[in-house]
C-alpha cells in the first residue's frame, strides 16, 4: 500500500512554490566564455524567421523499498516571427498548449480544466520587445530518490542589451506522508547578472509535489 509500483504512470501537483529574493549581494562578472556561448545561441535563434524546439525529459524515482516510478514529458514549440508560435507539452498533468498568433495569447489543458485567454495588445507607440529565454539545466537522481538539479532561466534584452541570468541549486526528495507519495525540496538561486527590472543577490525556493500513482 501506498508504494510506486515499476513501470507505473504518476501524476504530479504542485502544491506550494514560493520564492524570496535578496538585494544584499553585488552581481558578479560573467565567464567570458560563457558569455560568448550564449551569445552565439541567441544570435543563431535571432536569425532565422521560422524554427521549431522539440525537447523531452524523464525523471526516475527510486524508493528505498526498490520501487520505482517515472515522471516524463515531452514539449513541442513552433515559431514564425510573421503569424506567432504554438506551444504545446505532454506531462503528468496531461497537455498544455499555448497559441499566440497576434492578438491574444490562449493556454488551455483539458484535464486541468484551464482555458485562458490574455490580451497582448497596446498602443502602437508602445515599446519595442525582443527578448531571448535560455534554460540549460542538469539533474541526477541517486538510488536512495534524491534529485540533484543545477539549471539557469537566463534572458538577453536585445532592446536594451542587458542580461539576467540567475543560477539555480535545487535538492528534492522522494518520500512518503502516510501513504501519500511526495516529492518535497528547495534551493538556493544566485543573480549572476541582472537587468535594470531583476532582481539581484540571493533568493530562496521550497516547494512540495504530491504523486498520484494510477491503476
Known sequence: MGRLRKGQPVVAVTLIAASMTASTASAQDIDPGADDILRAMSDYLAGPGSFSVTADASTDILMRDGAKGQLTATGQMVLDRATGFHVTRKGPAGQTTIVFDGTPIAIANEAL??????????DDDRADISTTFLQPFIACTTPEAWTFTVNSEASYDWEDEEWAIPINLQVSKMTMIGKQPVSIGGGVRYWAESGPSSPEGWGARLFVSLLFPKG
Open 113 to 122: 480544466g484551464l482555458h485562458l485567454f490574455i490580451p497582448v495588445a497596446g
